[in-house]
Nanobody, 122 residues
């Protein structure tokens, strides 16, 4: 069974920083391809915040460019989101997402983490 386990959320003041982590775990992970972070604020649709391919190329939603950095450690099947200069509008539940192949003969599937709350407030 494959799981994405997030950590690092919490309460931070405006202008502060947080670092989210997400580990893909399971006995049968063959390869992890695209990984990304989404967020969903109350009453809003879930949106892509940042994504990173296995080779390291990245893309970001315009509202976080220059403030957030996504990175990954392929050896640890882990993706990170460094969030700096946080604003109140960054408040949301942040979800990890990944395309994971569990066997060479089975196509990759898309998985979601359980979500971690990020609250930016004074």
């Amino acid at each position: 069974q494959v799981q994405l386990v997030e950590s690092g959320g919490g309460l931070v003041q405006p202008g502060g920083s947080l670092r989210l982590s997400c580990v893909a775990s399971g006995r049968s992970i063959f390869s992890v391809y695209n990984m990304g972070w989404y967020r969903q604020a109350p009453g809003e649709q879930r949106e892509l915040v940042a994504a990173i391919k296995w080779g390291g190329s990245t893309n970001y939603v315009d509202s976080v460019k220059g403030r957030f950095t996504i990175s990954r450690d392929n050896a640890k099947n882990t993706v990170y989101l460094q969030m700096n200069s946080l604003k109140s509008e960054d408040t949301a539940v942040y979800y990890c997402n990944a395309d994971i192949q569990t066997s060479l003969r089975i196509p990759s599937k898309n998985y979601w983490g359980q979500g971690t709350q990020v609250t930016v407030s004074s």
